[in-house]
């Protein structure tokens, strides 16, 4: 089994700063992309950044040059900065990971889900 739990969410002004957590615990052989997903209220979840296992990333258009995804290999952690917050950026935040767990004698790969941490901008 694989746990995520992210951390850091709450409630701030618009133009602040957050910074998201994301930890990774369990029966863990390695983690491939990491990826921070948000849910706004009646839209669907939407991928807002993700990272490789060696650094490569990538980010939705409306985040790019305010927010930077960042992973620590060693702590199977992965982090988002957000910078320059607005109020279109309110939802839930979920960490998800493509995650290889043994299998029996062999091994899985498999995406898992965190439960999600809410961010609130005001405006």
């Known amino acids: 089994q694989v746990q995520l739990v992210e951390s850091g969410g709450g409630l701030v002004q618009a133009g602040g700063s957050l910074r998201l957590s994301c930890a990774a615990s369990?029966?863990?052989?390695?983690?491939?992309?990491m990826h921070w997903y948000r849910q706004a209220p009646g839209k669907q979840r939407e991928l807002v950044a993700g990272?490789?296992?060696?650094?490569?990333?990538t980010y939705t258009d409306s985040v790019k040059g305010r927010f930077t995804i960042s992973r620590d290999n060693g702590k199977n952690r992965v982090y988002l900065q957000m910078n320059s917050l607005m109020a279109e950026d309110t939802g839930v935040y979920y960490c998800?990971?493509?995650?290889?767990?043994?299998?029996?004698?062999?091994?899985?790969?498999?995406?898992?889900w965190g439960q999600g941490t809410q961010v609130t901008v005001s405006s």
């Open positions: 369990g029966s863990i052989i390695s983690i491939n992309d």
């Open positions: 998800h990971a493509v995650v290889t767990v043994p299998f029996g004698t062999r091994t899985g790969t498999s995406g898992y």
């Open positions: 990272i490789t296992s060696g650094g490569r990333t």
